[in-house]
């Protein structure tokens, strides 16, 4: 199973830019699905951006348009860019993984619907924005 570790979190102000980075260990990212999730004090955890294998992307309605999650097979890492920050972006963020079988069994990175059940996660990097 992959380990995962996120970077590049921090403090900025709003309409100001953050990238996080995801680096993997123990499996080449080639055999999962990803995404980024982040959880804001007192709310659930949410989904805000997958892509499968083939870089299909999705993206909650609140990111749309602000943020970009890329991937390198190659080089094992999963990245997050964040532009046009608002204070409301002010989170715990999280890389994960899914194994391919259980993301496509779960109907794959789809634009709508309940997110597949990842099952690898990092630790968590913070990100606050002030206003």
């Known amino acids: 199973q992959v380990q995962l570790v996120e970077s590049g979190g921090g403090s900025v102000q709003a309409g100001g830019s953050l990238r996080l980075s995801c680096s993997g260990s123990g499996d080449t990212y080639s055999n999962y699905c990803l995404g980024w999730f982040r959880q804001a004090p007192g709310k659930e955890r949410e989904g805000i951006a997958a892509i499968d294998i083939d870089n299909k992307t999705r993206y909650a309605d609140a990111v749309k348009g602000r943020f970009t999650i890329s991937r390198d097979n190659a080089q094992n890492t999963l990245d997050l860019q964040m532009n046009s920050l608002k204070p409301e972006d002010t989170a715990t963020y999280y890389c994960?993984?899914?194994?391919?079988?259980?993301?496509?069994?779960?109907?794959?990175?789809?634009?709508?619907?309940?997110?597949?059940?990842?099952?690898?996660w990092g630790q968590g990097t913070q990100v606050t924005v002030s206003s």
């Open positions: 994960a993984a899914v194994g391919l079988y259980d993301c496509w069994l779960a109907g794959g990175i789809q634009p709508m619907g309940p997110w597949p059940d990842f099952g690898s």
